[in-house]
């Protein structure tokens, strides 16, 4: 079974940036969807971006336009490129992949505080 190893979270002022990255133990198709969710506190966990065949797929409104989803096959890694953070997309982001089911990472922390 692949594992996901997320990296990249952590405490960033408001309008700040981070990058985060989930590298998988070993290849995975390119045509089977990887991408993040979130989980705030008390929320439910929520989809952010998602990837297929190497082609933007979605991204929920609130992160269009500041969240950037992207893939290098060959470091197998997907990575979401936050900017412009703001405290409401405070959470734990979980990396997954559509791969022999649906596998998660264990969640990276991201706080957006002043």
């Known amino acids: 079974q692949v594992q996901l190893v997320e990296s990249g979270g952590g405490l960033v002022e408001p309008g700040g940036s981070l990058r985060l990255s989930c590298r998988a133990s070993r290849s995975i198709p390119n045509a089977a969807a990887m991408g993040w969710f979130r989980q705030a506190p008390g929320k439910q966990r929520e989809p952010v971006a998602n990837l297929v065949s190497g082609r933007d797929l979605y991204y929920s409104e609130s992160v269009k336009g500041r969240f950037t989803i992207s893939r290098d096959n060959a470091k197998n890694t997907v990575y979401l490129q936050m900017n412009s953070l703001k405290p409401e997309d405070t959470a734990v982001y979980f990396c997954?992949?559509?791969?022999?089911?649906?596998?998660w990472g264990q969640g990276t922390q991201v706080t957006v505080s002043s």
């Open positions: 997954f992949a559509n791969v022999q089911g649906t596998v």
